[in-house]
């Protein structure tokens, strides 16, 4: 059916909504989809994690601590990734019980600038996993910066995550950044905006879409082709549109069909 106004924000053009209130996660910041878990993990800016029901039931939940913003899984471990703001570290955290099992600051500096990234600006707001191309290799993982500068961010992950490449993106601020297999790009999502962002595996915006809710700072898309949106207003929101709007946006552009990351790029 067709969507309409509420009092969570300005919805979509159609689809259904559904909400998701989820009050043992204060202001949701960010979203996964964990194939092999066929659940979800969502972070909140009090520091709180949690592993979700695709019906919106809560099935555990941690307290870690921190400014957490975003979230990822890498479905070939027991592993997420999750974002602490402010200290700019990426955390390892055990999906079975929700433990940190390791902390990887994030060097800011890149291509000479030992503060590209800038030191008491708006941070890494948003992170996600691309796999190897063919399933070969560990996958790479890439972030979104909010602003000082909004970017797109490829890192290597070590001892720190080191700065591979980097795409100035125009959508500021940056609240999230999923890959999407079925169109081979990334969605990024503006809170501001209240839209999501395709990006090319090279950084060319290949269009945009509106997106339901107030707030959302986060989007995990659904095998069945629904999509889970987390509002820093609070709770979450199931979105099944009538067609996918980015794949739609994909096609316009000519991109619709499955690209690989690129190497080789930068700012």
């Given at each position: 059916?067709?969507?309409?106004?509420?009092?969570?924000?300005?919805?979509?053009?159609?689809?259904?909504?559904?909400?998701?209130?989820?009050?043992?996660?204060?202001?949701?910041?960010?979203?996964?989809?964990?194939?092999?878990?066929?659940?979800?993990?969502?972070?909140?800016?009090?520091?709180?994690?949690?592993?979700?029901?695709?019906?919106?039931?809560?099935?555990?939940?941690?307290?870690?601590?921190?400014?957490?913003?975003?979230?990822?899984?890498?479905?070939?471990?027991?592993?997420?990734?999750?974002?602490?703001?402010?200290?700019?570290?990426?955390?390892?955290?055990?999906?079975?019980?929700?433990?940190?099992?390791?902390?990887?600051?994030?060097?800011?500096?890149?291509?000479?600038?030992?503060?590209?990234?800038?030191?008491?600006?708006?941070?890494?707001?948003?992170?996600?996993?691309?796999?190897?191309?063919?399933?070969?290799?560990?996958g790479t993982?890439?972030?979104?910066?909010?602003?000082?500068?909004?970017?797109?961010?490829?890192?290597?992950?070590?001892?720190?995550?080191?700065?591979?490449?980097?795409?100035?993106?125009?959508?500021?601020?940056?609240?999230?950044?999923?890959?999407?297999?079925?169109?081979?790009?990334?969605?990024?999502?503006?809170?501001?905006?209240?839209?999501?962002?395709?990006?090319?595996?090279?950084?060319?915006?290949?269009?945009?879409?509106?997106?339901?809710?107030?707030?959302?700072?986060?989007?995990?898309?659904?095998?069945?082709?629904?999509?889970?949106?987390?509002?820093?207003?609070?709770?979450?929101?199931?979105?099944?549109?009538?067609?996918?709007p980015f794949?739609?946006?994909?096609?316009?552009?000519?991109?619709?069909?499955?690209?690989?990351?690129?190497?080789?790029?930068?700012?």
């Amino acid at each position: 059916m067709a969507a309409s106004a509420s009092a969570t924000g300005v919805l979509a053009e159609t689809g259904d909504v559904t909400e998701w209130p989820l009050p043992q996660i204060p202001e949701p910041s960010g979203v996964a989809y964990h194939a092999a878990r066929k659940s979800l993990f969502v972070v909140g800016d009090q520091g709180d994690i949690g592993e979700v029901a695709l019906d919106g039931r809560l099935l555990a939940s941690r307290h870690i601590g921190g400014d957490l913003e975003g979230v990822t899984c890498d479905p070939s471990r027991d592993a997420l990734y999750v974002v602490r703001e402010g200290s700019d570290v990426i955390l390892e955290v055990r999906a079975s019980d929700l433990r940190i099992t390791a902390e990887v600051p994030i060097d800011r500096s890149f291509a000479g600038d030992p503060n590209f990234l800038q030191a008491g600006g708006d941070g890494v707001e948003g992170i996600t996993f691309v796999p190897a191309a063919s399933g070969s290799g560990p996958g790479t993982i890439f972030v979104v910066n909010q602003f000082d500068p909004p970017v797109l961010v490829e890192l290597e992950m070590a001892r720190r995550a080191t700065i591979r490449h980097a795409w100035r993106l125009a959508t500021a601020p940056l609240s999230d950044v999923v890959w999407d297999e079925k169109i081979g790009g990334f969605l990024v999502v503006s809170a501001i905006w209240r839209k999501v962002s395709l990006i090319s595996p090279t950084g060319d915006e290949w269009g945009s879409a509106p997106v339901p809710g107030f707030l959302q700072e986060g989007i995990a898309p659904l095998p069945d082709g629904s999509f889970v949106i987390a509002q820093d207003a609070g709770g979450l929101l199931r979105w099944s549109p009538s067609a996918d709007p980015f794949a739609a946006a994909a096609d316009r552009a000519g991109h619709g069909t499955n690209g690989a990351v690129s190497q080789g790029v930068q700012h």
